[in-house]
């Protein structure tokens, strides 16, 4: 490991940083940009980009310093679309130009992004996608409908893709670009959900026209690099470190603790059960993790957005009941539109309804499921007879 | 009492005739009246129910008086009839007083020996729709909750009772028996609560200084009360019933139509396996449901433990077959306009209404004599 890169040298640059920018005394967008530009705000990218080329488990000696100097941090949730999906996608993907672009702000949070990827008759099977992208001179000209699009009412910029040749098969057909939100011809309407507020939308995308400067990846290797992305996605959803009883399971426990009368045995025997799984999912996040430093990832990433959606539907099931009468309640139906996506907020019938959605946002736990059984376990995949057909030929 | 080996009362487990004439009717009232977008939107009105889709059900098909003899002003019929009325009720997740009032009120009036007098009087009015009255304790109340709600006095503030925005009567369990309050006097306030299932809405009510027209001492008011209870978790079961089933039906049919991959995603056995499993759930909570209302109608002495049973066991199909819905039909499932989250949200709050399947698992248990450890 060279000088720059191990965890001394990272704690020496974090106190440098610290020193020249003391939090207190800083504003806070001040410090985000010196932080990035001490390459500390994603060690493992490249130096000028934010990063210093770092093994990607030292962030977190990065972070802890930061944290315990009460720096403060780029609110990760409202930015998680670019943060978890955009970045790594740019990063593997962009030109020099692209990265020098859009990286930085969006790190900083001044960039808001969102995912243009489902469309109506494409979720599950997002190659079958419609949305059409036509080249024009330098610009393609973009038209179609996505749904579902978290946080399109606040974003700048979105990664879209779209199909550029619907006379090959659907997976050859597809490109990536980045999407101008504020381009007239993109049209953003609320879509309320089963919580009652809007946190997602729909888009409709008329004449849009997207330089070329602005594809990532080659023209109709558009699928390969939306891999990338989906993936970042699945790990970004369930992947986050969390403490003993952090997340759903610390407030159906605080609750239990504070209200011995809403007791019954059938619940206890649920809680505690819940407990020990909850537990074991942290336990294997971490192991995931420790894996990953030692150089052998492995294939529970896949597991742990499974099990995120699985335990916080069933602990905030629980705890609904629990609650009896305070949990036939609800706290608020007024259509909101949201800034960020909140699973673990508010009172316990939100968090109940909001967590429907973590088996189906970033891929179903079905599809899921069968990513597991033929990638992980190598099982033959289902029949298939759209694979080979042009795209404008399949039955719709 | 104890478990016995074989009960005295063969349970009737079908539909006759005469009921399945009584669903048609229900159904094709509900379907001209409360499709899935009308109740959407009068979920989003000030109005808690359709009034005139209420006389209709009410007393157009005569429903509100199933339970009530001829000679006290009602249909004559049973418990068989009003659980019919509950499974479409609970099909269309369409919001009216029919189980608060014309099951738990009305059940708790005729447990009174009401004829004459002010609770006979009331119990006509409900029979035939001209009034409806809710019991005045919290939703949540299960059965075995009956005698520790007869405490206290009229001056009280009870919260989470269901229906009680739209009702006339209030029944008010005290330490002294059992009062009548009308909801227009002096000195009540019914205060709308925000409720997760907007198909059924929940109100705080509070007394202070209300006047009460005294139906029966504690002790009958005590049974009184229990039996309303009794009989509106048992008839819950069948609400239960339809909404799992038609949660199901939904299911099937959304995953038959939608294509993915170039293929309906129903034939991906993953998710044939899980409907088929749904199925088999809902054949057997029609089974609990049928053998709780039948108890009930014939006055069965296993009535209380296959109340339990059926509620134990309905309650948990309607919310897996709710939660199974909303994730079968994927992203449109977590829509506003899709009804599915309709369904989610009554299955929810039906799974606590007059006690949470672990209530009455140790209903169960006492019963049995199977005690905890
Ligand atoms: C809260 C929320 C936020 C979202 N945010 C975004 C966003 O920001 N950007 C974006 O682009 N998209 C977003 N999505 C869309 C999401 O990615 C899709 O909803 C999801 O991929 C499922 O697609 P679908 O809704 O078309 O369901 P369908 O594909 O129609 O699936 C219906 C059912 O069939 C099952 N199924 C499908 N295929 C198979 C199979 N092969 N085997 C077994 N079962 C199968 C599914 O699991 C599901 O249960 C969001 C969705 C939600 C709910």
């Not at chain 1, 419609?130 to 179609?144: C, E, F, K, L, N």
Request: net charge negative.
């Amino acid at each position: 490991m060279t000088a720059a890169t191990d965890a001394d040298a990272i704690r020496r640059r974090t106190q440098d940083l610290l020193a020249a920018h003391p939090p207190a005394t800083t504003g806070r967008a001040e410090f985000l940009r010196a932080r990035f530009d001490a390459g500390l705000a994603w060690v493992h990218y490249p130096a000028g980009l934010g990063g210093l080329g770092a093994p990607r488990s030292l962030q977190a000696v990065a972070d802890a310093e930061l944290a315990a100097a009460g720096a403060p941090d780029n609110d990760p949730r409202r930015i998680g679309i670019g943060l978890g999906m955009a970045a790594p996608t740019i990063l593997g993907y962009g030109t020099d130009e692209q990265k020098q672009r859009f990286l930085r702000p969006l790190w900083l949070g001044e960039e808001v992004w969102c995912q243009l990827f489902s469309e109506p008759g494409a979720g599950s099977d997002l190659a079958a996608l419609g949305t059409r992208a036509v080249r024009d001179g330098d610009d393609w000209v973009v038209d179609g409908q996505k749904v579902w699009t978290s946080s399109a009412h606040v974003a700048r910029w979105a990664i879209l893709i779209a199909r550029t040749d619907p006379g090959l098969p659907k997976h050859r057909g597809i490109s990536y670009f980045v999407c101008d939100m504020t381009d007239p011809g993109v049209e953003v309407r609320p879509l309320r959900q089963i919580t009652g507020e809007a946190e997602f939308n729909e888009v409709f995308l008329t004449g849009v026209r997207i330089p070329d400067s602005h594809r990532l990846g080659p023209v109709g290797e558009g699928w390969k690099v939306a891999q990338t992305t989906l993936m970042n996605e699945r790990v970004s959803i369930g992947g986050a470190r969390i403490p003993r009883e952090g997340g759903m399971i610390g407030t159906v426990a605080k609750t239990w603790r504070e209200h011995p009368g809403l007791r019954t045995h059938d619940l206890h025997q649920r809680l505690l059960t819940l407990w020990v799984e909850a537990e074991v999912a942290r336990l294997t996040g971490e192991r995931l993790r420790q894996q990953l430093v030692a150089g052998q990832p492995g294939p529970e990433g896949s597991g742990m957005k499974l099990a995120f959606a699985r335990l916080n539907q069933e602990i905030s099931g629980l705890e609904v009941e629990l609650l009896g009468d305070e949990g036939l309640l609800y706290g608020d139906w007024t259509m909101r539109r949201p800034e960020i996506v909140d699973f673990t907020g508010r009172d316990a019938g939100y968090r109940y309804l909001r967590s429907k959605g973590n088996s189906i946002e970033g891929g179903t736990s079905e599809v899921l499921l069968n990513i597991v059984a033929e990638r992980v376990l190598g099982l033959p995949a289902e029949p298939r007879n759209d694979k080979d057909v042009a795209w404008k030929d399949l039955a719709r | 009492m104890s478990a016995q080996p074989e009960t005295a009362h063969a349970p009737d487990l079908l539909y006759s005739e005469a009921e399945e004439d009584l669903r048609s009717a229900v159904r094709s009232l509900l379907t001209a009246r409360a499709d899935a977008p009308a109740v959407i939107a009068a979920t989003e009105s000030a109005t808690p129910y359709d009034q005139e889709l209420w006389a209709s059900l009410a007393s157009g098909i005569g429903a509100a008086g199933l339970l009530v003899p001829e000679k006290l002003g009602g249909q004559g019929a049973g418990h068989r009839e009003a659980a019919v009325v509950l499974e479409e009720l609970g099909r269309g997740v369409v919001p009216a007083p029919y189980l608060t009032s014309s099951v738990v009120a009305t059940e708790v009036l005729l447990a009174l020996d009401p004829l004459g007098g002010p609770a006979g009087e009331l119990l006509a009015d409900l029979a035939a729709g001209r009034r409806t009255a809710v019991l005045a304790l919290p939703f949540a109340t299960p059965p075995a909750g009956a005698r520790a709600a007869m405490a206290g006095g009229l001056e009280r503030t009870v919260t989470t009772v269901a229906d009680a925005a739209a009702a006339d009567v209030l029944l008010v369990p005290t330490a002294e028996g059992l009062y009548a309050v009308g909801t227009a006097g002096t000195g009540v306030t019914v205060e709308p609560l925000v409720p997760l299932d907007l198909t059924r809405p929940l109100a705080s009510v509070t007394l202070a200084g209300a006047a009460g027209a005294l139906l029966a001492e504690a002790g009958p008011a005590a049974v009184a009360v229990e039996r309303g209870l009794l009989s509106g978790a048992g008839l819950l079961a069948s609400e239960q019933l339809g909404i799992a089933e038609w949660c199901l039906t939904e299911t099937v049919r959304h995953t038959r139509e939608r294509h993915q991959f170039n293929r309906p995603v129903g034939s991906f056995q993953a998710l044939k396996h899980r409907m088929a499993q749904l199925w088999l759930e809902v054949v057997s909570a029609r089974a609990a449901a049928r053998n709780a209302a039948d108890a009930l109608a014939a006055g069965a002495p296993d009535a209380p433990l296959a109340v339990a049973v059926a509620q134990a066991y309905c309650s948990k199909v309607a919310v897996h077959a709710a939660e199974e819905c909303v994730q079968l039909h994927g992203g449109v499932g977590m829509t506003w306009e899709h009804p599915a989250h309709l369904y989610l949200k009554r299955a929810k709050a039906d799974s606590t209404a007059y006690g949470t399947p672990g209530r009455h698992h140790e209903t169960v248990a006492r019963l049995t004599e199977l005690p905890a450890p």
